[in-house]
């Protein structure tokens, strides 16, 4: 789930200051503290991909899942039709292997992806 990292592998997100007062990114544990830096260092390799793919992070992002295999159907959310639009746009992008294997071998994500309280709310 959440194919674009709750908006980090959009290569937008730079800080959490502009989250809303109700955005649950506020304490989740990827979006705080250390956790946070490391994340960033991992979007930022993405973008740097996208660049050399002439594409946007999240296309990229969702252009290796699919390269996965045929079993894997990422599946992103958005508010925007322009957001949709880039998103379906990552089928027709063809990573290098080179690039494939850049991206597969970053390491895993920093931080738990639910806090305390949205654990306890999907009873884990």
């Known amino acids: 789930f959440s194919p674009l990292g709750r908006g980090f592998l959009t290569g937008t997100i730079r800080s959490t200051e502009g989250f809303d007062k109700d955005d649950f990114r506020r304490d ?6 250390d956790n946070f830096q ?8 993405v ?29 992103p959310g958005t508010k925007r039709v322009t957001r949709l639009e880039e998103n379906a ?8 292997p080179t690039q494939l294997d850049r991206l597969t ?15 306890k709310m999907m009873e884990r």
Request: overall charge negative; hydrophobic content about 45%.
């Open 28 to 33: 989740n544990p990827r979006f705080t503290g």
């Open 47 to 75: 973008k740097e991909v996208a660049t050399e793919a002439d594409a946007t992070p999240a296309q990229v992002a969702i252009a290796w899942l699919l390269a996965q295999g045929d079993d894997i159907a990422p599946i």
């Open 89 to 96: 746009a990552a089928d027709a992008l063809r990573l290098t």
């Open 105 to 119: 071998n970053l390491p895993p994500a920093a931080g738990d992806t639910h806090n305390e309280a949205q654990m």
């Open 38 to 45: 490391h994340n960033l260092r991992l979007a930022d390799e």
